[in-house]
């Protein structure tokens, strides 16, 4: 394993990925958050950039804004940051653990990344704390999450920022990378809702039949008690189901994989990977160790709490719209 740094280098860093010391050395803290900052900064930057955008093309359309609490208006312009993070997070991911196959032999499957792609992978990943730090700082203007989405940020962040520190069981954090996919039906879901032309539908007395665009529900919106807010209009079905099918595609069997694959490469299997990461003999650090066992088991639970919240809404909203036109038949 390569050495991580506990203090500053005399090296220069002019740009957030150009980070590779003479003999492979890894980034101190100090440029870790240099480029966390970096990055946040610009989706922050971004989110501006949205807000005036939106406001511009929403200016002859009041009934919008009317839709929204706080939390709401904020997540109009967070939406299209959290589309951006997930289109690049999910395409480098996916080319350097199933394209790139660097985790694909004996030999690299518990390591770092390979050498080619040491910069695309700190590029990506250091875009992905920025991204996490923003996110962050999103939630705690909108007030009240859901409990998943602090934890899924808390671990990615964490888990991110160590595995550059440390170069080591890499697998088990950007195998997750593609995962970030689902935010794009889940933010289509959203827009669809919040910008549709169509009549809104009466409050009902089940949160999730008046919030499904929230995955889970939000305590925001399913608590909500505001009154001047005007109802939304129904979710779109059709996409509904793609958000469930994108869960099972793309989340739902990571964690079970990545069990198998590394298992099986690993020479001595699960015994191995619990000697080179614990054993008197192991190179990795024992917090890091520890660290990867939470956060991976915290995304194995995360993931399948999501793949069920979206399998709930769809059958929720289905049920919905089937006793809506069972009703303007009898009428």
């Known amino acids: 394993m390569a050495s991580h740094h506990l203090a500053g280098s005399a090296e220069e860093f002019e740009y957030p990925w150009n980070h590779i010391l003479p003999g492979g050395g890894a980034p101190t803290i100090a440029n870790l958050a240099y480029r966390t900052t970096v990055f946040s900064v610009a989706y922050t930057a971004l989110h501006f950039l949205s807000e005036a955008v939106w406001f511009a093309f929403l200016r002859n359309r009041p009934e919008v804004y009317a839709r929204m609490d706080r939390a709401n208006r904020v997540a109009l312009s967070e939406k299209i940051c959290s589309t951006v993070n997930a289109l690049i997070t999910a395409v480098c991911g996916f080319y350097v653990t199933f394209v790139s196959q660097d985790f694909g032999t004996p030999e690299t499957v518990l390591g770092y990344t390979a050498p080619k792609n040491l910069v695309l992978t700190e590029f990506f990943v250091s875009a992905f704390l920025g991204y996490m730090i923003y996110d962050l700082g999103t939630m705690i203007v909108q007030g009240k999450n859901h409990w998943t989405f602090w934890a899924h940020h808390i671990i990615g962040f964490y888990h991110s920022a160590a595995l550059m520190y440390y170069r080591t069981l890499g697998i088990f954090a950007l195998v997750y ?127 399948v709490a999501w793949t069920w919240a979206s399998y709930k809404s769809w059958q929720s909203a289905k049920r919905k719209a089937l006793k809506e036109r069972k009703s303007q038949k009898k009428e």
Do not use: C
């Open 177 to 303: 990378s593609h995962t970030e996919l689902t935010a794009l039906p889940n933010n289509l879901i959203w827009y669809f809702q919040y910008l549709s032309k169509e009549k809104a539908v009466p409050p009902t007395s089940d949160p999730i039949d008046d919030q499904t665009t929230e995955l889970p529900p939000s305590e925001s919106d399913s608590k909500s008690t505001d009154k001047k807010r005007l109802p939304l209009p129904p979710p779109n079905l059709w996409l509904l189901w793609a958000r469930l099918v994108g869960m099972i595609v793309f989340r739902f069997w990571v964690s079970p994989f990545v069990f198998y694959y590394t298992a099986t490469l690993t020479p001595g299997g699960v015994a191995g990977i619990f000697s080179f990461m614990f054993g008197k003999d192991s190179t990795v650090p024992l917090s890091f160790a520890i660290m990867t066992v939470v956060d991976v088991t915290g995304l194995s639970l995360i993931n």
